[in-house]
Nanobody, 124 residues
Framework: QVQLVESGGGLVQAGGSLRLACGTS????????MGWFRQAPGKERTHVAA????????NYADSVKGRFIIFRDNAKNTVYLQMNNLSPEDTAVYYC?????????????????WGQGTQVTVSS
């Protein structure tokens, strides 16, 4: 049974940093690409970042480029999202997702399994 469990969310002031973690189980982690999405109140879930199976290829939404970093530790079956210089516009529930394949994908349809999400709130 595939399980994805996010942690690390919380309340932070604008300009601050948070590191999200997604612990996984139930599948061979190093064979799959992973991603982070977010959903703000009243808005659709959108892509934030993704990483391929070995961490070589990454992609980011334009809104987070230069501020967020996605990385993974295949020995720990965990993917991370380091978020720096946060702004109130980053406030959302952040979801971890597993790709259907080994690449760094972009759209929600390319991901087959999802975590329950972790709330990130950035105050001004």
């Amino acid at each position: 049974q595939v399980q994805l469990v996010e942690s690390g969310g919380g309340l932070v002031q604008a300009g601050g940093s948070l590191r999200l973690a997604c612990g996984t189980s139930g599948f061979t982690f190093h064979l799959y690409g992973m991603g982070w999405f977010r959903q703000a109140p009243g808005k659709e879930r959108t892509h934030v970042a993704a990483i391929n199976w070995n961490g070589v290829y990454k992609n980011y939404a334009d809104s987070v480029k230069g501020r967020f970093i996605i990385f993974r530790d295949n020995a720990k079956n965990t993917v991370y999202l380091q978020m720096n210089n946060l702004s109130p516009e980053d406030t959302a529930v952040y979801y971890c997702a597993r790709s259907r394949g080994d690449g760094a994908d972009y759209t929600a349809a390319d991901f087959s399994s999802w975590g329950q999400g972790t709330q990130v709130t950035v105050s001004s």
